[in-house]
């Protein structure tokens, strides 16, 4: 027989057993449960009706590929598509005012929300009346990202190349000033929470928090047509558990994002895409497109790593891409790229149905001295192009800069760093650009993609 106090004893431990098991339950359950996103219940009937100020229309669908034709209304303009996004970091096109990236045929301009924030801040566009106020581009619409991609990038390199190089969006071999504050970039640089993250800003040290509510305010304070979530950016090579995790982040922050936008979005009338993530991995995108596209966005942007070079981008369009022909998804939705445009990315993605994609990848080539032609690229600083008198950037291009100056005076203006070269070689770049998706956009209508 067992003692009284012994029994005693084991009926203590056998509770503390049980407590501990429903505990260590208890806690499994709620962060199974806190890993889920918000489902398509849970938002508002009326946000799944079309809306009047903002509308994608296809207009044309090749029967060769999955290329399209279309338009997208905003309360700012139209955009063609499949269409060119240059990229306005700061709300300003470098070395080239909006006027003469107008005239070159630039419809849609993507602006940088996390610098925004941080200069001039989001209170001084407010009370300006809204980015195009700001700007004096009233006739033109701007997109605007959540601050994510910058904020994840401070520890993954290309912001803080970026920051390095004094705001040029380039490699640079500059290392850290001594003015600059400790912790703003590195492996330590942005602190995530499940709520939010925390990183520093990098004009004077002070630490930013941006939640998917914040990140969604500063946008409808920016005021732009067209709007993007908070999401999280893990680099390419990272484990498939972490990557899937980070998915799943994205999956919630993206959902809150979406439900403090529909507080005001008729008001505002500013549209909102999701942005699509899981790598080069099949199962994580699908899942990612398959819960994405049961919410009530305006349009699907691809975002994440996708893969390391042209072919491995190819691949993941090939299988990726007719995820959004299924049902419903077919034809109502704008499809964006984010942050790559060269020119075989731009054949490749457009065969595949993308609509919009932006990238600086032109600018950035302009203000190096690399002007755009139909036959490749021309490193203008050449010495071979000194006596290239009466000789155009590209015979068959018409901007401004083509009809005024040839390759000698621009190699010229180059080499004695005059700041007009900047200037003119952005304007060519962003013509041929847009030429190039005018081009397409004909190709597709003429059945020849």
């Known amino acids: 027989m067992v003692p009284c ?60 590929s999955l290329a399209r034709v279309g338009r997208i209304h905003t309360p700012h303009g139209i955009i063609d598509t499949p269409g060119f996004v240059a990229v306005a970091t700061n709300a300003a096109l470098k070395a080239v005012d909006f006027p003469k990236a107008d005239n070159a045929g630039q ?13 001039p801040g989001t209170d001084i566009i407010r009370e300006a009346g809204g980015i195009h106020k700001f700007t004096g581009r009233t006739d033109r619409p701007f ?42 970039t590195g492996s330590n640089a942005v602190k995530v929470t499940e709520d939010h993250v925390i990183f520093k800003s990098y004009r004077d040290g002070s630490k930013v928090i941006l939640s998917p509510e914040s990140s969604i305010q500063a946008q409808k304070d920016i005021g732009a047509d067209i709007i993007i979530p908070l999401d999280e950016l893990p680099p390419h090579h ?33 549209a909102i895409f999701c942005v699509v993530h899981g790598g080069t991995d099949v199962e994580l995108r699908t899942r990612s497109i398959d819960y994405l596209t049961t919410l009530p966005w305006d349009g ?31 034809s109502s939705k704008c499809r964006h790229l984010l942050g790559i445009a060269d020119v075989e990315s731009v054949h490749n993605a457009v065969e595949r149905g993308v609509d919009t994609m932006d990238s600086s990848y ?26 290239s008198h ?36 952005t304007v060519h770049n962003l013509h041929h650009m847009n030429t190039l998706m005018s081009e397409l956009r004909q190709q597709i209508l003429s059945g020849k993609i």
């Open 143 to 184: 997109i605007t990202d959540s601050g994510g991609f910058q904020v994840f990038s401070l520890k993954h390199g290309s912001v803080k190349e970026s920051l390095e190089s004094r705001g040029e969006l380039k490699r640079s071999t500059v290392k850290n000033k001594p003015h600059w504050r400790s912790g703003i």
């Open 362 to 387: 032109p600018t950035k080539l302009a203000r190096c001295g690399t002007l755009m032609t139909r036959n490749g690229l021309i490193r203008i600083k050449q010495g071979k192009h000194s006596k």
């Open 107 to 119: 419809q849609l301009c993507f602006a940088n929300t996390y610098h925004l924030m941080l200069q």
């Open 238 to 270: 990272i484990d498939r558990g972490l990557l899937a995790e980070s998915v799943e982040r994205s999956h919630r922050w993206e959902a809150r994002s979406l439900m403090e936008h529909l507080k005001d979005s008729r008001e505002r009338q500013q």
């Open 390 to 425: 009466g000789m155009k950037i590209d015979e068959d291009c018409e901007c401004s800069t083509c009809s005024h100056y040839d390759r000698s005076y621009l190699r010229h203006l180059f080499k004695a760093n005059e700041p007009v070269a900047l200037q003119l070689a």
């Open 300 to 330: 699907y942007a691809i975002g994440g790593s996708l893969g390391n070079g042209r072919d491995e981008l190819r691949e993941l369009l090939d299988w990726m891409m007719p995820l959004f022909n299924i049902g419903e998804r077919s």
């Open 5 to 64: 106090m012994l029994r005693v004893t084991l009926h203590h431990h056998h509770c503390c057993l049980q407590r501990l098991k429903m505990t260590t339950v208890t806690n499994a359950v709620r962060r199974q449960l806190s890993s889920l996103p918000t489902p398509a219940a849970e938002f508002p009937s009326w946000a799944y009706e079309p809306k009047g100020y903002f509308k994608f229309e296809v207009i044309h669908q090749s029967t060769k």
